[in-house]
């Protein structure tokens, strides 16, 4: 979890001018919840990453679309876009995985020491709606959505079994054919049904 607020804060001292780097909230343990904002567009992209506490890679992919944002001027100037990026959501819940994080990498080690929050303690979750929001977390990414007020948000999640996939709060012409063809040409395979039987 620390790794996460030192690189983004070595990258900002690299990049002053085009990235930015701000406490937004504070989680139930007191842990700062961060943001790192790259360019100046006036169109607002929101990526949060750790929305679940056994998910790591959404902040090491974070960093990296910062990195990228960066080297390429299409994709903040060229867009009018400010990407701004949440490196955990849930960092207490992180942490309780930093046993199986750190290897070895085996199925043993990993349910030994998996941690994952019930539905009422994971950030995300609101099945009482905006009103019913009750964690620090969850508020602060809320306030977060109505300051930024953005045109595009995305969550970064992990999945333990079965393959990538996209879910959409609106038709996207040419999402899923993006997507298929990126996971292909990576070797992921496509989750192609239902992924989750709550619903």
């Known amino acids: 979890m620390d790794e996460l607020g030192a690189r983004a804060a070595a990258l900002v001292a690299r990049r002053p001018r085009d990235a930015r780097l701000r406490r937004v909230g504070t989680s139930r343990a007191g842990t700062p919840l961060w943001l790192l904002s790259v360019g100046h567009g006036s169109r607002q992209a929101l990526v949060v990453a750790g929305p679940h506490a056994n998910e790591p890679v959404g ?17 903040c100037e060229g867009a009018d876009a400010t990407w701004n990026l949440l490196l955990c959501l ?13 290897g070895p990498y085996t199925l043993g080690n990993y349910f030994r020491h998996f941690f ?12 009482d709606g905006a009103d ?12 977060l959505q109505d300051e930024l007020r953005p045109f595009l948000q995305c969550s970064l999640h992990g999945v333990d079994v079965g393959g990538a996939f996209v879910e959409l709060t609106h038709e996207l012409p040419g999402i899923a054919q993006r997507v298929a063809h990126s996971a292909t040409r990576l070797g992921i395979p496509r989750e192609l049904g239902p992924y989750d039987t709550l619903y």
């Open 59 to 75: 902040g090491a992919t974070a960093l990296r679309l910062a990195e990228r944002a960066l080297a390429d001027p299409r994709l």
């Open 90 to 102: 849930d960092p207490d819940g992180s942490r309780r995985n930093e046993a199986w994080l750190s």
């Open 116 to 127: 994952r929050p019930g539905f009422l303690e994971q950030p995300e979750w609101l099945p």
């Open 132 to 143: 019913g929001a009750t964690l620090p977390e969850t508020r602060a990414l809320l306030d």
